[in-house]
C-alpha cells in the first residue's frame, strides 16, 4: 500500500477536492492526463483513482467513458462534488480593486452575473487551479482567479466571494476506482452495479436485453453509448442499476442481459454514495 490517490490537475483542483471528500487519510497526487492516473494505480504508484464521469450541468466526460474499458481497474466508490466557485485574489486586495478574473472557461461561463455585476472581466484559463497558482505568482493584485476553496488555501490567496456561481446545483460525480474488486461490501445507501455490454446482432437486442431488467424490478439509472473503434456498426453501452449481482433479481437480469449480448463486463459494484439520493 502506498498510502496515496492519483488525480488529474493541479493542486487545488476539484478532482483534489474530491479525494480529500472521500479519502482524506490518503496522500493526494497530482498527474497530466487522466491516463496517467490509471497508470499511476496499475504501476502501484498509488493505492486508488479518483476520476471525475459526469457533471450535472455539462454531461458525461467522454475520455473517461473510452479509458474505462481497457484501464483494467474496478470501480470501488462513487463521490459527489458540489462545484462551488469562489473568488481568490492576493492578500490584503478588496472584491472593489478587482478588474479581471482567470479560470477555466466553463467556470467563467458559470459566473456571469456576479461578473457582470461587479464589472469584472473574464480571462480564459487552462484550469481552474492552475489559474490560482496564476494569479498567485503573477502579485498582480486587479487579477483574481475563480476555483475552490482549497485552491486558495494551497495558493495563499483570500476568498473574497464564495459560491458564486450562477446555479447552485452544479454538481460533478467521480468515480474511485482501484486494482482489486471489491464485491463484499454492503451500503447503507443501498448499492451500485456499473457494467459495459454490447449487444449481439439481432433484430431488436437492445429491447430484448433491457427487458429482464424491467421484468425483474431492476432500476437502470443510466445507459448511454458509444461507438467502438470508430465504427458504425459496433456500439458499445454503459450502465449502471442499482442493486448487487448477488441479488437475486440483479442475478436475473444480468443472466438474461448475457443472452443478448456479446460481450459484458462488471466494471464495479460498490455502495451508492448518500448524495446520491
Known amino acids: 500500500m502506498t ?6 490537475g493541479e493542486p487545488g483542483a476539484y478532482s483534489h477536492e474530491a479525494c480529500r471528500l472521500k479519502h482524506p487519510e490518503l496522500a493526494a497526487v497530482p498527474c497530466r492526463t487522466f491516463e496517467d492516473v490509471i497508470e499511476m494505480v496499475r504501476s502501484h504508484d498509488a493505492d486508488l483513482a479518483m476520476l ?4 450535472s450541468t455539462f454531461g ?3 475520455d473517461i467513458h473510452h479509458l474505462l474499458p481497457d484501464s483494467g481497474l474496478h470501480i470501488l466508490d462513487e463521490a459527489f462534488v458540489r462545484v462551488h466557485i469562489n473568488l481568490l485574489a492576493l492578500p490584503g486586495v478588496k472584491l472593489s480593486e478587482i478588474t479581471h ?7 467563467l461561463g458559470q459566473c456571469r452575473s456576479f461578473l457582470k455585476t461587479h464589472g469584472i472581466h473574464r480571462v480564459k484559463g487552462a484550469d481552474t487551479a492552475g489559474s490560482a497558482r496564476e494569479v498567485a ?3 498582480v493584485a486587479t487579477m483574481a482567479a475563480l476555483a475552490s476553496e482549497l485552491a486558495g488555501e494551497i495558493y495563499g490567496l483570500d476568498v473574497l466571494a464564495r459560491h458564486i456561481e450562477d446555479h447552485g ?3 460533478t460525480r467521480f468515480l474511485v476506482m482501484g486494482r482489486e474488486a ?3 461490501r454492503r451500503g447503507d445507501h443501498g448499492m451500485m452495479t456499473s457494467f459495459l455490454f454490447r449487444v449481439r446482432n439481432i433484430p431488436a437486442a437492445l429491447y430484448k436485453a433491457m427487458g429482464g431488467f424491467a421484468t425483474n424490478g431492476v432500476n437502470m439509472v443510466k445507459l448511454e453509448s458509444y461507438m467502438v473503434d470508430g465504427s458504425f456498426t459496433a456500439t ?4 449502471e442499476i442499482e442493486g448487487h449481482p448477488d441479488d437475486d433479481n440483479v442475478a436475473l437480469a444480468l443472466e438474461e442481459l448475457r443472452y443478448f449480448t456479446s460481450y459484458l463486463r462488471i466494471l464495479g459494484t460498490y455502495p451508492a454514495d448518500p448524495a446520491r439520493r
Open 101 to 107: 478574473a482567470k479560470s477555466h472557461t466553463m467556470l
Open 182 to 184: 471489491n464485491e463484499t
Open 169 to 171: 446545483t452544479n454538481t
Open 137 to 139: 505568482e503573477s502579485g
Open 52 to 55: 471525475p464521469i459526469e457533471n
Open 3 to 8: 498510502g496515496k490517490i492519483a488525480f488529474q
Open 60 to 62: 458525461r466526460v467522454a
Open 236 to 239: 458499445q453501452f454503459f450502465a
